[in-house]
């Protein structure tokens, strides 16, 4: 299993939008580099689910239950998009100045490469964030 981070405005699609439909698809990727990552996933892997813009903070996980697949809204058909189950909201919210201050995370692509909107995480940050946000 393969672990990542997909960032959205929550005035556009939020953690709780998620919850409500529980299965929803992660379409708007117009990042080559972010699309790379999506093709990536695989049935099960999981992710932190992170609100950005003013929020800035890891607020659920969610689970890759449909894997890579053309996004209608993008009329080029150069990007795709995967489809993500909701899980578990976290027990303590994990702010992006949180993940800065534990020298654990200094690599985290979120702390380098904080704009992209899908990246990976490693087993040794996943386990890190999860036990920071209350998490087994």
């Known amino acids: 299993?393969?672990?990542?981070?997909?960032?959205?405005?929550?005035?556009?699609?939020?953690?709780?939008?998620?919850?409500?439909?529980?299965?929803?698809?992660?379409?708007?990727?117009?990042?080559?580099?972010?699309?790379?990552?999506?093709?990536?996933?695989?049935?099960?892997?999981?992710?932190?689910?992170?609100?950005?813009?003013?929020?800035?903070?890891?607020?659920?996980?969610?689970?890759?239950?449909?894997?890579?697949?053309?996004?209608p809204t993008d009329k080029t058909g150069k990007f795709g998009m995967v489809d993500f189950k909701a899980l578990e909201p976290v027990k303590t919210l994990v702010t992006l100045a949180d993940i800065k201050a534990e020298p654990k995370l200094k690599d985290m692509v979120l702390v380098k490469n904080s704009r992209l909107s899908v990246q990976p995480v490693t087993s040794a940050e996943w386990k890190t964030v999860c036990r920071m946000a209350g998490l087994k």
């Open 1 to 71: 299993m393969k672990y990542w981070l997909v960032k959205s405005e929550p005035g556009t699609w939020s953690w709780d939008d998620h919850v409500k439909k529980d299965v929803e698809h992660w379409d708007g990727v117009r990042n080559h580099q972010a699309a790379n990552n999506m093709k990536a996933m695989k049935l099960g892997d999981r992710a932190f689910f992170y609100h950005s813009v003013n929020e800035k903070q890891i607020v659920g996980v969610i689970e890759v239950v449909k894997t890579y697949y053309p996004d």
